[in-house]
């Protein structure tokens, strides 16, 4: 029983780590990107083929995991200086399909559908409550670090452009440079929290990074609280604990799946209407 | 805007608070590492006697797609098992104990197989499991299950990395390497065949099917002129047909993971009068399938693992099925996943509850006998099996040859 | 050249049937401002409803008039259920409109498949008994001439609808300025309402005939939802003429990209044909520059 929560754990401090990178981006700047799903699969991607077809070292694929997101994360906030809003969104979203669909058809590389196996991760990391310290460890410090970010002058200048970008600019705000610095950010931690995730399962494939995953992250974030790292955390480990305790309820397997869904996109709808802010957020969602 | 950075004592204390809730949550994690001791899942293994049923109810794992796009391949497997199981448990169960079946989604991805897995083995305690019906979530858990020492059966998981999954790691699907190979031959051989036009889904099915046709066809001596893939969920294959009738090869292989896909294509490759050859593999094999899209599918050549539906075991099944149930979209799905259920009980029955008797059993288990014709597994856990070619024609599926490898 | 010929009439087709979807999802964010992306469900609802009435004894036109009325009483009980009470906590502005709307899209294909189950419904018609016809070196199936048919006359009655008749107007007044249309008695309410009743019933309208073209399963709605979205973004979000044209434009690209290259990754071409066409026109194809 305790493999089954351990596991749990390990898994929410992963995605803990996406989402808070997530709301840095989405929460703090403003900038709804769509992306996040395929930005911790270029981290994930990039760590597995770097280890298995490379045979980088753990560290060197592990830092160049976090690069690989960062930069693609920050050429897309550069074309926010052009394309807004919802078709800044659209344009978001469409990366996140580009990185499934090269995943899935540069074969030489990736194997295609059939995924990467064997996923190394460090010996001394091979027991699973080691993992899982390592993970929560993880979490903590990309929360301290992107704590003191968003705490920052720079931070502050986020929130600025958030709320008022006509403001920012009037008081010399380069809002350009500050979305792509955070969009930045973002991508450093999911990329993190995407080799994280193929550390940790060992085997990925495509369909681990589609659009089902990047709903997921919207919920975690929005019901956590825009704003709030530490809603990030919370929103997560609240709705991952919800998907395994509807597993624990007697219900038909032909419905369960459907079920499952329609609970989690209630929580989110209702959290948006009656309840903008998340658990504890500090920005509203509008 | 308002102010000079009044934080510095607060923002102190406050990474303080945190950071003592992180020493104490790490602490309170190892404290509890500590404690949980030695319960862990794995059965010793017991060379004299049989071990026994525990609790005299035998719990069966399922792990399965039953949401997304591949639910309908969990839909028609589950149903196989729960009617083998309800047959079993009304004859009386295994060893006199009654199945209980444990459902989990595996979502046919890695991070669904390995969650469902989770909570198998380490909250249900099951020793037993069939799943999954993908590939991508079978390898999701198959190193959580070797390491309990947890036996699991796939129906349909077909991609090649199965067969180093482990020596816990069963399927009564062969492995995607030979159809394709079997295609290609016989094209080349059969239909004289020189150019070929290769249509097929991006999923880890379907890749490797397109591989081993694609290499088995050119070692031959045959040319691959089209070679195009299309993502799950396409509808419009304007590009691919178009590029097809381009060229006007002699035999088409097309190779979806869901009939309606299937048909779809073969649909606009039909309404652009592309007249070559249309080869396919199995999943637009059912009779029903072919039954309600006679009209486009005439003509069509299928390449499946032999299943013989009238042969009495089959026979029976199919019609357990479809008392209950609509026909199902893949029979032969269906009566694997009826089959790993009997060959499970069967195992328990001759060796007890325990999963190393039980995988040397199955390794090496020949010419077993049931819903879906003869079974023979190979050292790595790999079922045996022959191919049937047939063609469709005025509305039936003629056989036309059988090839075993 | 023939096979050009053809790549251009078959990227016409899918471009009418994804502009009819596109047209509406469009209309209806021009009049009440929200991200409808549960548009798509309402699309594929349609196609299920229409099956239900075809097997049901409906008879074509009874199950496809059965299938636009439920389509409309959906697109209407959505923004009852969701957008109006949004509404009424703050003004509607982009990501949490489009963020319930995602959360209704989601249930609607759930609902869809805990009733219709994860099989794939094809429909079988006596449409496709009907042979192709050849014209000159084009082959023309009688699905495609029947998306046509019906895609054109919805564009020109929808087009004025919106210029010449009071209720069109009226609509066009909300989508201009709200407040002014409410100061010169336009229940911007009712408008509201009435949009989402007439281009959902549009939108059923495309999923009956996406119904008829491919088939059915509940995953499409998501593919609905991203097709309609992405045309209308880059024909200018608003507006009808840009939404036909995008359809066009990115459909016949992407076909061409994957005609000349590899089709597998069409998804590529049609990013890049998105990101290049937002990128130097942001606003899209006939958009305004709207704040």
């Not at chain 2, 090649?160 to 816990?168: N, R």
């Not at chain 3, 509406?24 to 229409?50: D, N, W």
Request: hydrophobic share 50%; net charge neutral.
């Amino acid at each position: 029983m305790e493999a089954y929560f351990i596991y749990f754990l390990t898994l929410a401090a992963i995605f803990a780590i996406g989402t808070m990178a997530y709301n840095v981006s989405a929460g703090y700047t403003g900038l709804f990107t769509l992306a996040q799903a395929g930005l911790l699969g270029v981290g994930a991607y990039t760590y597995a083929l770097l280890t298995i077809n490379l045979h980088w070292t753990f560290v060197t694929a592990l830092a160049a995991a976090l690069v690989v997101p960062a930069i693609a994360n920050g050429i897309l906030a550069y074309a926010s200086k052009k394309i807004r809003g919802d078709a800044f969104a659209i344009l978001t979203l469409w990366f996140g399909f580009v990185v499934v669909t090269l995943f899935l058809n540069w074969r030489g590389a990736t194997r295609g559908a059939l995924g990467l196996n064997g996923i190394p991760r460090p010996e001394f990391l091979d027991d699973t409550f080691l993992f899982l310290l390592f993970a929560v460890l993880l979490t903590a410090l990309s929360y301290i670090v992107l704590r003191r970010i968003v705490s920052s002058p720079f931070g502050r200048a986020l929130g600025a452009v958030r709320d008022d970008e006509v403001a920012a600019v009037a008081l010399g705000k380069d809002v350009t440079r500050l979305r792509v610095t955070s969009a930045v950010v973002n991508g450093v931690f999911a990329g993190l929290a995407g080799a994280l995730l193929a550390m940790f399962l060992g085997y990925i494939n495509p369909t681990l990074f589609d659009i089902t995953l990047l709903v997921q992250f919207i919920g975690y974030m929005v019901v956590g609280g825009l704003g709030s790292l530490e809603g990030s955390i919370l929103g997560t480990v609240l709705l991952l604990a919800v998907r395994e305790a509807i597993r624990f309820v007697p219900l038909d397997p032909e419905l369960v799946g459907a079920i499952r869904e329609i609970i989690f996109a209630s929580i989110l709808g209702l959290v948006i209407l009656y309840r903008p802010r998340g658990l504890i957020g500090k920005v509203e969602l509008e | 805007m308002q102010n000079q950075p009044s934080s510095p004592p607060a923002k102190k204390g406050g990474a303080g608070v945190w950071f003592l809730i992180l020493v104490l949550v790490v602490a309170g994690l190892i404290y509890w590492n500590q404690q949980k001791g030695g319960e862990d899942n794995v059965v010793p293994t017991n060379t004299e006697t049989k071990t026994e049923i525990p609790g005299g109810v035998l719990k069966l794992g399922v792990i399965m797609p039953l949401s997304g796009d591949a639910a309908i391949y969990g839909d028609n497997e589950l149903k196989g098992v729960q009617i083998a199981v309800s047959e079993i448990n009304a004859a009386g169960g295994v060893d006199g104990a009654q199945i209980e079946l444990v459902v989990e989604d595996g979502k046919c991805n890695p991070e669904g197989g390995a969650a469902a897995g989770n909570k198998l083995v380490n909250v249900d305690m099951v020793k037993f499991i069939i799943g999954g019906a993908c590939s991508g979530e079978t390898l999701g858990f198959t190193t959580l299950t070797g390491e309990n020492q947890v036996l699991s059966i796939s129906p349909s998981a077909t991609s090649p990395a199965i067969t180093d999954a482990g020596a816990y790691v069963f399927r009564t699907a062969p492995s995607d390497a030979l159809a394709g190979s079997i295609a290609a031959n016989y094209a080349f051989t059969d239909l004289g065949a020189k150019t070929a036009a290769i249509i097929y889904e991006t999923t880890d099915y379907a890749q490797g099917l397109e591989k081993t046709f694609k290499d088995t066809f050119t070692a031959l001596g045959g040319e691959v002129v089209i070679d195009e893939g299309f993502a799950t969920g396409d509808k419009d294959f304007t590009a691919q047909v178009l590029k097809t009738k381009n060229k006007m090869p002699d035999v088409v292989y097309v190779v979806p993971q869901s009939p309606a896909t299937g048909i779809l294509v073969i649909k606009q490759l039909k309404s652009t009068n592309v007249t070559s050859a249309l080869l396919t593999a199995e999943v637009l094999a059912s009779d029903t399938v072919l039954a309600d899209n006679e009209v486009f599918l005439d003509g069509l050549t299928v390449i499946e693992p032999f299943y013989d539906q009238t042969a009495a075991k089959a026979a029976a099944f199919l019609a357990s099925y479809k008392a209950e149930n609509a026909d199902p979209e893949f029979p032969f799905f269906a009566a694997s996943a009826y089959s790993d259920v009997y060959l499970l009980a069967e195992a328990i029955e001759a060796v007890g509850y325990d999963t190393t008797k039980g995988a040397a059993y199955l390794t090496g288990l020949k010419n077993w006998s049931g819903a879906l014709g003869t079974i023979s597994f190979d050292a790595n856990g790999d079922v045996l099996t022959s191919y049937a070619i047939k063609k469709a024609d005025g509305g039936v599926y003629d056989q036309v040859k059988v090839v075993t490898p | 050249m023939d096979i050009y010929l053809q790549i251009a009439w078959n990227s016409l087709t899918i471009a009418a049937l994804i502009a009819m979807m596109a047209a509406s999802f469009t209309l209806i964010y021009s009049v009440t401002r929200v991200v409808h992306v549960a548009h798509g469900g309402v699309v594929l609802a349609s196609g299920y409803f229409f099956y239900f009435g075809w097997t049901h004894g409906f008879g074509f036109v009874g199950a496809a008039a059965l299938a636009v009325i439920l389509a409309a009483i959906l697109g209407v009980a959505i923004n009852a259920l969701v957008y109006e009470p949004l509404r009424r906590r703050r003004p509607l502005t982009g990501t949490a409109g489009m963020l319930a709307s995602v959360a209704a899209l989601i249930v609607i294909q759930n609902l869809l498949l805990a009733v219709w189950s994860s099989h794939t419904i094809v429909l079988h018609t006596p449409l496709e008994r009907v042979a192709s016809w050849a014209v000159g070196p084009l082959v023309v199936t009688p699905v495609s001439v029947l998306i046509l048919s019906v895609a054109i006359p919805v564009f020109v009655f929808c087009a004025l609808l919106m210029r010449f008749t009071k209720v069109g107007r009226a609509m066009r007044a909300v989508s201009d300025h709200e407040e002014m249309a409410e100061v010169v008695g336009i229940n911007s309410k009712r408008i509201r309402m009435m949009s989402f009743a007439f281009f959902s019933a549009i939108g059923g309208l495309a999923g009956v005939l996406a119904a008829l073209f491919y088939n059915l399963q509940p995953p499409y709605a998501v593919g609905f939802a991203v097709d309609a979205f992405s045309t209308a973004i880059v024909g200018g979000i608003g507006s009808l003429g840009g939404t036909v044209v995008a359809a066009i434009f990115i459909n016949t690209l992407t076909n061409l990209g994957g005609f000349w290259m590899t089709a597998g990754i069409k998804t590529l071409f049609a990013f890049v044909v998105v990101f290049l066409f937002l990128l130097l026109r942001p606003q899209g194809i006939f958009g305004k520059k709207r704040r």
